[in-house]
């Protein structure tokens, strides 16, 4: 399904749905399950091309992973089990898995190589490479380390304080997995608090980790317990439903189980600034993750400023953001994003090119937007180019366009949300 014509979604969207788990934890729960002692059950996982990108590499590395239905029950090999791999481990399309691996391996005693897509080659791996370096990991790739493929031969690594210029739960999670396995304490100061599913899943393996401010520690040596993790329904997911119904007239619709931990939940603080029609009810904690159900309907908009700690706790919402700032009334400006420029595509880009492709006007700069309102959808001819949260734009922008919207290489959604389309029209019958 490599072009859709997409159409207008003329009554609103009603009704409930519960969207897919949550991909960042369905990777932490595949990955902490395999390197964890006896068995972990993974229940409502997200199954995306992602997801199996890291279901992959941890098989080949010698971890039992089967799937029965909406579970998956991971066979762990405990600490120093893994076996070095046969072939290259091929991340596909998915940033999450190279990282994360990449912290993974560093502090284990095999050799491996991690390759992935063409987008996986462009994205820049630096950031992780050289603290992991600073730790004592033999680290190679294209560009001294910057770019994959990336070569790793793992182990005798030492605990470091590492201060990051960035406020990224990869970078984090990366350091904080290689410093399971070295030695002494691996302490990461960042600027803000960037996504804490790592400290919090591995809590419920039974791992002490310590915050203090937007610093977290771990000490070395520590072992994983085989646990039930239950996968919350992913707020990056629902988001975009959340911002069709906000933006569609008649629209009233209630997303179910969605996970609310505070480091993802700044769509709802931009929904709150915007003066959005949503509330939050049935609220509960599984596994360390707060979630519960979010009902939102149509209303005006007003227009905002998003900047600064608001941006790591929204990065992957922030094209469907600028959608929904295109039908406030106002300016919305969206500052301190510079991060989107190393995305499956440079998202600042790519978001100002495909929405002016279908008649929306918003003004990039060198670290965010500039979005007027209250615009008008067009109608016409856009592309995803590849990034599965464009394609997953255009859609939602099909829902108030004037005229039909033909999306190229749609199947692009398949990455984090393979149901999505379909789901958009359970919610328009």
């Known amino acids: 399904m490599e072009e859709l014509i997409l159409n207008k979604r003329e009554k609103g969207l009603q009704g409930s749905l519960k969207v897919p788990g949550d991909k960042s934890v369905t990777h932490r729960a595949i990955m902490f399950g395999g390197l964890a002692e006896g068995k972990t059950v993974a229940r409502d996982f997200l199954d995306s091309a992602d997801c199996r990108s890291t279901m992959r590499c941890m098989e080949q590395l010698g971890v039992k992973i089967e799937q029965f239905g909406s579970e998956l029950h991971i066979e762990g090999v405990g600490s120093g089990g893994l076996k070095e791999p046969e072939h290259v481990l091929d991340v596909g399309n998915s940033g999450t898995t190279i990282r994360l ?6 502090g284990t005693p095999i050799y491996s190589v991690l390759v992935g897509d063409a987008s996986i080659h462009k994205r820049p791996m630096s950031r992780v490479v050289d603290p992991l370096r600073q730790m004592g990991a033999d680290i190679q790739g294209r560009e001294d380390g910057r770019l994959a493929p990336i070569s790793i031969k793992g182990g005798q690594t030492k605990g470091i304080r590492y201060e990051s210029p960035i406020a990224s739960a990869q970078v ?9 396995n070295s030695d002494g304490k691996t302490t990461v100061t ?3 608090v960037s996504r804490d599913h790592t400290e919090r899943m591995l809590k419920s393996f039974g791992v002490e980790v310590k915050r203090e401010g937007t610093s977290v520690q771990i000490k070395g040596g520590q072992k994983l317990k085989g646990t039930d993790i239950q996968v919350p329904s992913d ?8 911002v069709a119904a906000a933006i569609t007239p008649g629209s009233s619709i209630r997303l179910e189980k969605v996970g609310l931990n505070p480091t993802r939940t700044g769509i709802l ?7 959005a029609a949503y509330s939050i009810s049935n609220e509960q904690n599984i596994n360390e993750e707060p979630i519960g159900d979010i009902d939102v309907s149509y209303s005006e908009l007003r227009g905002t ?3 600064g700690e608001m ?12 959608l929904l700032a295109s039908q406030a009334n106002g300016i919305t400006t969206i500052k301190d994003a510079s991060e989107l420029r190393y995305k499956e595509t440079d998202r600042i880009a790519a978001v100002a090119d495909q929405l002016k492709n279908i008649g929306i006007d918003i003004e990039p700069t060198e670290d965010g937007m500039i979005i007027h309102g209250k615009q008008r959808v067009k109608g016409g001819n856009a592309d995803s180019l590849g990034d599965h949260r464009i394609g997953m734009m255009l859609a939602v922008a099909s829902c108030i366009s004037e005229t039909p919207i033909t999306v190229r290489n749609i199947s692009a959604i398949g990455v984090s949300y393979p149901n999505f389309l379909s789901d958009l029209d359970t ?3």
Not at 172 to 180: E, F, V
């Open 269 to 275: 603080d931009v929904f709150k600034k915007m003066g």
């Open 427 to 429: 919610l328009s019958e």
């Open 305 to 307: 400023e998003i900047n």
């Open 235 to 242: 707020i990056s997911s629902a988001a975009f439903f959340l």
């Open 101 to 106: 691996m990449t912290g993974i391996l560093a």
């Open 172 to 180: 984090k999670s990366a350091l904080l997995l290689c410093g399971l």
């Open 311 to 322: 941006i790591p706790r929204l990065i992957d919402e922030i094209p469907v953001i600028a």
């Open 190 to 192: 960042e600027p803000f």
